[in-house]
């Protein structure tokens, strides 16, 4: 399994994302799945990614927060939650994407 954070440069939310993304690891039994932090710097590379804000967090190339018709652009990105908008997705909804990931892609 790919993991993949994309972030502006100096992104207040990408050690919340960060921090959360690895909490869901450990939760999942899946702390071996590599995880890359890529920094995006311009809209072609936003546009060819699919980075609708940051952070984005990637799993298998793809977005599992992902809004319809939200276009790519170099800006933050917030998260619905239940306790409001947040920074990035809560953990049980991140552990959630990285075992539907696992179960569809054989738990690679």
Do not use: H, K
């Not at 619905?80 to 991140?94: K, M, S, V």
């Amino acid at each position: 399994m790919e993991i993949e954070v994309l972030v502006v440069p100096d992104c207040p939310n990408q050690r919340l994302a960060e921090e959360r993304l690895r909490q869901a690891l450990d939760g999942t039994g899946l702390r071996a799945a590599r995880l890359t932090i890529r920094t995006v710097t311009d809209e072609a590379t936003a546009a060819r990614t699919g980075f609708t804000g940051s952070p984005t967090i990637l799993i298998n190339g793809r977005d599992p927060f992902a809004v319809p018709g939200a276009v790519p652009s170099l800006t933050c990105r917030m998260y619905r939650t239940p306790d409001g908008l947040e920074g990035a997705p809560e953990t049980a909804r991140i552990r959630a994407a990285l075992r539907a990931a696992a179960g569809a892609d054989g738990g690679a």
